[in-house]
């Protein structure tokens, strides 16, 4: 890691940035040669999302997959209707509550309590559409149709 006179925080963001690329390529490559196949592995990089300056941010984390292989754009598109993400990250790991806001949409529409796991759903790990997924639709239902009888059960 450069230290010396003259680097900006910008120049050492973008260094931490790439040693963390090289570091998940450097797994990556260790999991592949070990027989992992690669359609189990899929590589997130946190970028500076909470990170700190403490030696748990100099680690890879490694989960091999024994389910479905996740669809991100699936993912994403959850994400432009207001679904929250649904797997544990270091900040908040698996058995904490989603985000409240996503929460609040799903209690609005009697959905159930999510706690964060790795597991098949489209905003977790996998890319099942789970039936909580469908909420910011029946709240569009609602508002379209000006029935208040759409529901989620």
Known sequence: MSTAAGVTNPDLATEKMDLARRRSEAV???LLDG??????ILVRNAGMDGAAPEPAWDRVDATISIRETQLPGLHEAGHM?????EYPTTANPAGTAVTSGYQAMLDAH???TLLRARNES???SGSTVQPWHYTPFIEALK???NMTEWSIR
């Open 122 to 124: 489209a905003m977790s």
């Open 110 to 112: 009697g959905g159930p």
């Open 81 to 85: 209707l207001g679904l929250g993400d």
């Open 28 to 30: 990556q490559s260790l």
């Open 143 to 145: 508002q379209i149709s």
């Open 35 to 40: 027989g992992i196949e690669s359609e189990r």
